[in-house]
T-cell receptor
Framework: DAGVTQSPTHLIKTRGQQVTLRCSPI?????VSWYQQVLGQGPQFIFQ???????GRGNFPDRFSARQFPNYSSELNVNALLLGDSALYLC?????????????FGAGSRLTVL | AQSVTQPDIHITVSEGASLELRCNYS??????LFWYVQSPGQGLQLLLK??????LVQGIKGFEAEFKRSQSSFNLRKPSVHWSDAAEYFC??????????????FGGGTRVLVKP
């Protein structure tokens, strides 16, 4: 079975540009989460989507947005890129089981902002 | 709000020696606790989890962790380290988002170096 797949794996943008990152969850998983991992730090929660609705949002500016499609794939958009947005963006999917579940992470999209 | 502290940024251990990684958490309710491992340039792989029940949990690759509520700790251990265990290890606590599952708060990570 395919795991969580993310694209692109690497990309370079300049300040002020916009970026879209994509995520395909494990088949059967309806929940998708996004995390930002700055070099040398632990991942930080950005968004969680379940059944195409936003169910949780972390402490990130409105430049960050996301959506989930009917096939449960997801996109993360970041507008007006700043140097500080350079990071590994991780997508995770999960299958809700009795309110406690396990996140399975993709390999990430590494964004460099110049 | 929940938080996780991993006091050790780097640990160097000889191959074959034992390993213990410390994790302390802050959370107002019964926590869901996780350990993930990240190899260079890779995503996160789940080593083990604690939801309830037996406080000593076994994971993959020979790892185990013990939940101690009185100490708010969830330390990870391995009796004998292999060179392939060199990686970064993250402890995380899960907060339940209503009808949507867990939001994870991660610690800063501990980088493990294995000497031959």
């Amino acid at each position: 079975d395919a795991g969580v797949t993310q694209s692109p794996t690497h990309l370079i943008k300049t300040r002020g540009q916009q970026v879209t990152l994509r995520c395909s969850p494990i088949s059967g998983h309806k929940s998708v989460s996004w995390y930002q991992q700055v070099l040398g730090q632990g991942p930080q929660f950005i968004f969680q989507y379940y059944e195409k609705e936003e169910r949780g949002r972390g402490n990130f500016p409105d430049r960050f947005s996301a959506r989930q499609f009917p096939n449960y794939s997801s996109e993360l958009n970041v507008n007006a890129l700043l140097l500080g947005d350079s990071a590994l963006y991780l997508c995770a999917s999960s299958s809700l089981v009795s309110g406690a579940n396990v996140l399975t992470f993709g390999a990430g999209s590494r964004l460099t902002v110049l | 709000a929940q938080s996780v502290t991993q006091p050790d940024i780097h640990i160097t251990v000889s191959e074959g020696a034992s390993l213990e990684l410390r994790c302390n958490y802050s959370y107002g309710a019964t926590p869901y606790l996780f350990w993930y491992v990240q190899s260079p340039g890779q995503g996160l792989q789940l080593l083990l989890k604690y939801f309830s029940g037996d406080t000593l949990v076994q994971g993959i690759k020979g790892f185990e962790a013990e939940f101690k509520r009185s100490q708010s700790s969830f330390n990870l251990r391995k009796p004998s380290v292999h060179w392939s265990d060199a990686a970064e290890y993250f402890c995380a606590v899960g907060a339940l988002i209503k009808a949507a599952g867990n939001k994870l708060t991660f610690g800063g990570g501990t980088r493990v170096l294995v000497k031959p």
